[in-house]
């Protein structure tokens, strides 16, 4: 079992930056992959970025990649996510996202996820 609990968020202007973190409990952390998700008012919840266990391999949504940076601290039991040059269009609920396996780009792929954490960024 794995608890998550995101932090972090809040309101920027465009272009700004912010750094969310994702607080995982149990020892077995090091063992999952992780993963960010967001989701906007009345869309659907969509893959943001994912880190492989050992944190040696990332991945990362088009709409994101040279702006956003996914990195864990295993002795932290902590995965972060870097967000600089925001744009409105990122503004969502950001979702972490725990999978018992190879880091994967999808919502049904993730065993565990936290609250989510409101970023909105102001024009």
């Known amino acids: 079992q794995v608890q998550l609990v995101e932090s972090g968020g809040g309101l920027v202007q465009a272009g700004g930056s912010l750094r969310l973190s994702c607080a995982a409990s149990?020892?077995?952390?090091?063992?999952?992959?992780m993963g960010w998700f967001r989701q906007a008012p009345g869309k659907e919840r969509e893959f943001v970025a994912a880190?492989?266990?050992?944190?040696?391999?990332?991945y990362y949504a088009d709409s994101v990649k040279g702006r956003f940076t996914i990195s864990r601290d295993n002795a932290k039991n902590t995965v972060y996510l870097q967000m600089n040059s925001l744009k409105p269009e990122d503004t969502a609920v950001y979702y972490c996202?725990?999978?018992?396996?190879?880091?994967?780009?999808?919502?049904?792929?993730?065993?565990?996820w936290g609250q989510g954490t409101q970023v909105t960024v102001s024009s």
């Open positions: 149990g020892r077995t952390f090091s063992s999952y992959a």
């Open positions: 880190i492989s266990w050992s944190g040696g391999s990332t």
């Open positions: 996202a725990a999978e018992a396996g190879s880091y994967g780009l999808f919502v049904y792929e993730y065993d565990y």
